[in-house]
């Protein structure tokens, strides 16, 4: 069982920056990759970015290529998301998730961490 802790969020005017943090702990021998997720209010939740742990190899969503950045810190556990020139729309509970295997999914999930962003 893997077992992942957020931090970092906050409220940001528009055009600032934050940078979450996701510390994972317990069988994290097996974890295959790291992602962030985020739920808008009245909204599905979405995906954001995905980093593995070997290569490594990043994703990004549309909405956030170029202004967010995915990163690892192999011997600390953790995984940060840097997010510049928020907006708006950037306003959500942001979800660290955790994947053990390619092609089975996030099957652990942090707490949640909310990000506002004001106008």
């Known amino acids: 069982q893997v077992r992942l802790v957020e931090s970092g969020g906050g409220l940001v005017q528009a055009g600032g920056s934050l940078r979450l943090s996701c510390t994972a702990s317990?069988?994290?021998?097996?974890?295959?990759?790291m992602g962030w997720f985020r739920q808008a209010p009245g909204k599905e939740r979405e995906f954001v970015s995905q980093?593995?742990?070997?290569?490594?190899?990043?994703y990004y969503a549309d909405s956030v290529k170029g202004r967010f950045t995915i990163s690892s810190d192999d011997a600390k556990n953790t995984v940060y998301l840097q997010m510049n020139s928020l907006i708006s729309e950037d306003t959500a509970v942001y979800y660290c998730?955790?994947?053990?295997?390619?092609?089975?999914?996030?099957?652990?999930w942090g707490q949640g961490t909310t990000v506002t962003v004001s106008s």
């Open positions: 998730a955790a994947a053990s295997a390619p092609g089975t999914g996030f099957d652990a």
């Open positions: 317990g069988r994290i021998f097996s974890l295959y990759a």
């Open positions: 980093i593995t742990w070997s290569g490594p190899k990043t």
